[in-house]
């Protein structure tokens, strides 16, 4: 099964990509943690364990709750909880 895709360009957005791999079943995606995220594991009971570093938490000021006519009496929107549109 070929998953990887040849051309894929995100030049526009100054991003490069040199693979693209799209659909992997679960056994191919244990297969690249394990062999390019340094601190993936498998746990005992066959749960893939990975760490995503120091920032791991949700961060306060990050939320964003769109504001509409149906979240107008719900929702107070301070510095905790930014207006999207």
């Known amino acids: ?4 895709a040849k051309s894929f360009h995100l030049t526009a957005h100054r991003l490069t990509v040199t693979e693209v791999h799209r659909n992997l079943p679960p056994s191919a995606l244990y297969e ?3 062999r390019f995220e340094k601190d993936a594991s498998i746990a005992e009971n066959g749960a893939l364990v990975a760490y995503s570093g120091v920032k791991t938490g949700r961060s306060p ?3 964003r709750v769109v504001k509409s006519f149906g979240t107008l009496d719900f929702v107070i929107y301070n510095t905790r909880a930014f207006p999207a549109s």
């Open 61 to 63: 000021k990050n939320k």
């Open 32 to 34: 690249h943690a394990i």
């Open 1 to 4: 099964m070929n998953t990887t």
